[in-house]
């Protein structure tokens, strides 16, 4: 996996935490921690895509994996509903994750500005 996949991945960590924040967060120190996490979600997606990936192929990989991580989060540590149709659901979503960054081709020169 190179720098930028990594990048997204790590972006999306930090997405779980800011979308849990925002129903969660109920002093100032929680809310501090949903702001930075929103900072460092999409700066860690503003540098994957920066130079290598595909804006748009890297935000719906990043956008799928925070949704995904949400949901099984939600359910495993906050009592969320567990069905077996949303894990299904995830799995479809991850397999159409997985296949973009499979057929996606890395651009090896930095894009300039004209």
Avoid: Q
Avoid at 68 to 75: A, N, Y
Avoid at 85 to 111: E, P
Wanted: proline fraction near 1%; charged fraction near 15%.
């Amino acid at each position: 996996m190179n720098r930028s996949w990594l990048y997204v991945l790590i972006g999306a960590c930090f997405e779980v935490l800011w979308v849990m924040g925002l129903k969660h967060a109920d002093d100032v120190l929680t809310w501090t921690g949903t702001v930075i996490a929103i900072v460092l979600s999409f700066g860690l997606l503003i540098r994957a895509v920066a130079a290598k990936l595909p804006v748009g192929t890297a935000y719906a990989v990043f956008t799928g994996l925070g949704t995904s991580g949400t949901v099984l989060v939600e359910m495993l540590l906050f009592g969320e509903e567990f069905s077996l149709i949303k894990i299904l659901l995830i799995a479809l979503l991850l397999t159409g994750v997985l296949g973009l960054k499979m057929v996606t081709k890395d651009n090896t020169t930095k894009r300039g500005v004209a």
